[in-house]
């Protein structure tokens, strides 16, 4: 199943509304926790060809989903919700059910980038040290005296 091309900016306008608005009842460690994640998502944007910025802000979409979750079940309003603050709570839990989407369209940018996880697949470039054959410039050198 292809994905629809979506626009990092366009993810990173949502969350930072939906942050935004999260932020007026839950102050303090949510707030860091997500505009750090949009910094991160600035950067990958900033920087198009940087796999690093891509990984940062992928990795750290998905701890704050985590986080997300520690941070609206602890702190949500019990007694006397006005609708500000039921405003506030729903746009954090909108904004935490939207991030494993925000996720799956990062990774597909990710993996655009020419990044993957998990193992490497390309061993074309990469040589054992315990390898039997030795470079043949090396064999050459070895048996020649150098004079200074």
């Not at 750290?60 to 520690?70: P, W």
């Not at 494993?100 to 990062?106: D, R």
């Amino acid at each position: 199943m292809e994905l629809p091309a979506v626009n990092l900016k366009a993810i990173l306008l949502v969350h930072w509304l939906l942050a935004i608005w999260g932020c007026m009842v839950f102050p303090g460690a949510y707030a860091w926790s997500n505009f750090t994640i949009l910094a991160l998502g600035v950067w990958a944007v900033a920087q198009r060809d940087s796999i690093d910025a891509i990984s940062m802000f992928l990795g750290g979409l998905v701890v704050t989903i985590f986080l997300d979750i520690i941070h609206i079940s602890i702190f949500y309003p019990r007694t006397s919700v006005s609708d500000t603050e039921r405003f506030s709570a729903g746009m954090a839990i909108v904004s935490a059910l939207l991030k494993p989407v925000s996720c799956c369209f990062v990774y597909q940018m990710h993996r655009e980038r020419g990044a993957f996880l998990g193992p490497s697949q390309d061993h074309s470039a990469y040589q054992t040290i315990d390898s039997p054959e030795a470079p043949a410039d090396l064999e050459s050198r070895a048996h020649v005296p150098q004079g200074y």
